[in-house]
DNA sequence: TTTATATATTGCAATATTACGATATAGTTT
DNA sequence: AAACTATATCGTAATATTGCAATATATAAA
């Protein structure tokens, strides 16, 4: 199979699985890392930045793309990219709001 | 290729990546909200509580256990599961930590 | 308009993930 | 001990992910 069986579950739950997939690869990390410490920069800065190849840095931001965590813009021939706030900070929002745990267990 | 080059990112990078990793499915992330729920249950209660086959369900929770994110206890014949909550409350440290942006990009 | 720069897409090989039936293991009850 | 309960492991099929060379596309500069 290899077929996450995404209707068996709720949106939220979804939800929250597509967004820490798409930051479930230190290459994924490094960029937000990186655009956070930029704010902003184009690809190519990503790509001198990171010891992978352009069209893996190219992929890997498609996939930051959409699950909406970073957004990118055209300016002339480049492409500038920055964190999408709103998405972001739902994303803290999210692991913060699972938070209240009580269990005395093992 | 298919692997993922961990050696060519921080120690910290890696360590987002693999926590984040472990609740990129949505089984997983039902399964911690159930054990926030209840906060104590065994791995049969799961079983029972999401729609999955029994070795799919034992699957999902060997991984939440190897990222840290569960521990379990056996506990006669079964195995009591709850939250480890030092690593989740280092997940939602993570997150948070990544916070500061100030981006005017687009 | 040729050349250079910046990014995306395609195609492919290697590996990982998801899911589950069948089966193994181990404690519990009868 | 035999039957039952709870969980893990094995094996396997289907699919997804990672990474990159080659190539395409599109704007900028010469």
Redesign the interface.
């Known amino acids: 199979m290899g077929i996450?069986?995404?209707d068996?579950?709720?949106e939220n739950?979804?939800e929250?699985?597509?967004l820490?997939?798409a930051?479930?690869?230190?290459?994924?990390?490094?960029i937000?890392?990186y655009?956070?410490k930029v704010?902003?920069c184009i690809c190519n800065d990503i790509v001198n930045e990171?010891?992978?190849a352009q069209p893996t840095i190219s992929q890997h931001l498609k996939e930051l793309k959409n699950a909406g965590i970073i957004?990118?813009?055209i300016e002339g021939n480049a492409i500038?990219?920055?964190?999408n706030?709103p998405v972001?900070y739902k994303?803290?929002g999210l692991?913060?709001a699972?938070?209240?745990?009580?269990?005395?267990?093992?």
């Open positions: 996450t069986k995404t068996l579950f709720t739950q979804n929250i699985a597509i820490a997939k930051i479930a690869h230190p290459a994924r990390v490094a937000i890392e655009l956070i704010n902003v990171l010891p992978l957004k990118g813009n500038c990219y920055c964190i706030e972001f994303i803290q692991f913060g699972i938070l209240p745990i009580q269990n005395k267990c093992c």
